[in-house]
């Protein structure tokens, strides 16, 4: 199994950033592409931005340009930046991965998601 540990969440004033971090952990043998969605109160979840393993990224169209995600591959963990943040921004942040694991010689690839982490932008 593979876990996913959030971590950066927080109460932030309009305008200000913030950087969420994401951990994979567990019987990893490949993490293929990793993302951040948000779910706001009474809103669908949505995707915010993704980075394959190779670092192509992809974005809500309405969040480019204020936000940026990366990631380490030996460190097994994905961030994302925030800046100029905005109250609509508020949500919990949910980390994804696409992770591979190895049963018996062949690897399965399967989704992942973390327990989320709550950012509050509020003046």
């Known amino acids: 199994q593979v876990q996913l540990v959030e971590s950066g969440g927080g109460l932030v004033q309009p305008g200000g950033s913030l950087r969420l971090s994401c951990v994979a952990s567990?019987?990893?043998?490949?993490?293929?592409?990793m993302g951040w969605y948000r779910q706001a109160p009474g809103k669908q979840r949505e995707l915010v931005a993704g980075?394959?393993?190779?670092?192509?990224?992809n974005y809500a169209v309405s969040l480019k340009g204020r936000f940026t995600i990366s990631r380490d591959n030996a460190k097994n963990t994905v961030y994302l930046q925030m800046n100029s943040l905005k109250p609509e921004d508020t949500a919990v942040y949910y980390c994804?991965?696409?992770?591979?694991?190895?049963?018996?010689?062949?690897?399965?690839?399967?989704?992942?998601w973390g327990q989320g982490t709550q950012v509050t932008v509020s003046s």
């Open positions: 994804n991965a696409n992770a591979g694991i190895q049963r018996f010689g062949t690897v399965y690839d399967y989704n992942y």
């Open positions: 567990g019987s990893i043998f490949r993490i293929n592409a």
């Open positions: 980075i394959t393993s190779d670092g192509s990224t």
